[in-house]
């Protein structure tokens, strides 16, 4: 679990100036991250600061519900703990040297924590980490990380307030990989540790399609079915790119901004599909 730097690392004026946190965890590595950010300098959130709770580098590709449910637990397990598990710390480190660039084996790393703890489950308290981060990084090629990562790990741990924070979950209503039981799961999950839930049904593209008038010309069916068109690419991705040259890997927030509100409008009065 990482926190987009952006917002990790502007932490020191938050007391005189605080605005609750709206913290998103959901599927997709690109277009709702990227959606979700754009909306923190839209008129939407205004009086609030959408943070994204994003994959670790090395689980990018792990989007199913239930990884997303794990990385809400592991992060209010954090936000509680004062330890940290071997496996989220060999994972912030890989964080650290690919939004850096280090030209570092992170395998290396993992060998030398191997040595000093045998199970990835072990939690290490936070009190012992300065002189873990002195014997992991004495190398010579470690100089820079050695620097670096303590400051970067120290702005990961964002503030986070049970009465004026949010946390939410936004995941797709995908039929084809997700179960009924998995859903029932989600839902209970949700309730017992107050997470909101959105779903879009059927995938995050509809509601992109929402922000054009097209939407309303579209038969319900090709939506709801989203079926694939190519060998990679479905209904929705491929309507929306004929519309407004959408990138899945690049979504551009300027091309939705200005009809936020008119998605909002149709969301409440389209037929539920």
């Known amino acids: ?15 005189k100036t605080y605005r609750p946190k709206y913290f998103i965890a959901s599927e997709g590595s690109n277009s709702e ?3 979700f950010e754009g909306l923190n300098d839209s008129v939407i959130s205004e009086n609030i600061t959408i943070i994204n ?7 990018n590709c792990n989007s199913h519900p239930s990884f997303i449910i794990k990385m809400i637990k ?26 850096n660039n280090y030209d570092i084996n992170i395998e290396d790393i993992h060998n030398e924590m191997l040595l000093l703890y045998k199970d990835d489950n072990y939690r290490i308290k936070n009190k012992d980490l300065n002189n873990l981060f002195l014997n992991l ?12 990562f303590p400051l970067y790990f120290e702005s990961q741990n964002v503030t986070y307030s049970k009465t004026t924070d949010k946390l939410n979950m936004v995941i ?17 999950f949700c309730k017992k540790n107050n997470v909101n839930l959105y779903v879009s049904n059927p995938t995050f593209e509809f509601w992109l399609m929402l922000h054009f008038p097209e939407v309303l010309k579209e038969d319900n069916n090709a939506l709801l079915e989203n ?8 209904y929705l991705e491929k309507r929306l790119n004929e519309i407004c040259n959408y990138k899945k890997s ?11 509100i008119d998605a909002i409008k149709r969301e409440k009065n389209i037929m539920k599909i």
Do not use: G
Not at 53 to 59: E, K, N, V
Not at 74 to 99: G, M, P, Q, W, Y
């Open 33 to 35: 991250p990227m959606y």
């Open 137 to 148: 990084f004495k190398s010579e090629i470690y100089k820079d990380l050695a620097i670096n």
């Open 74 to 99: 592991e992060f209010i397990l954090n936000v509680v703990s004062d330890e940290i598990t071997v496996l989220e710390l060999k994972n912030k480190i890989d964080n650290c040297i690919r939004e």
């Open 53 to 59: 709770i994003l994959r670790d580098y090395a689980s």
């Open 250 to 260: 690049k979504l551009n927030f300027k091309n939705f901004e200005p009809y936020i």
């Open 227 to 234: 079926r694939y068109v190519n060998k990679s690419k479905r």
């Open 172 to 188: 797709d209503r995908d039929k084809q990989n997700f179960k009924d039981n998995q859903y029932d799961e989600v839902i209970n």
């Open 1 to 15: 679990m990482r926190i987009n730097k952006k917002f990790a690392t502007s932490r020191q004026s938050e007391i």
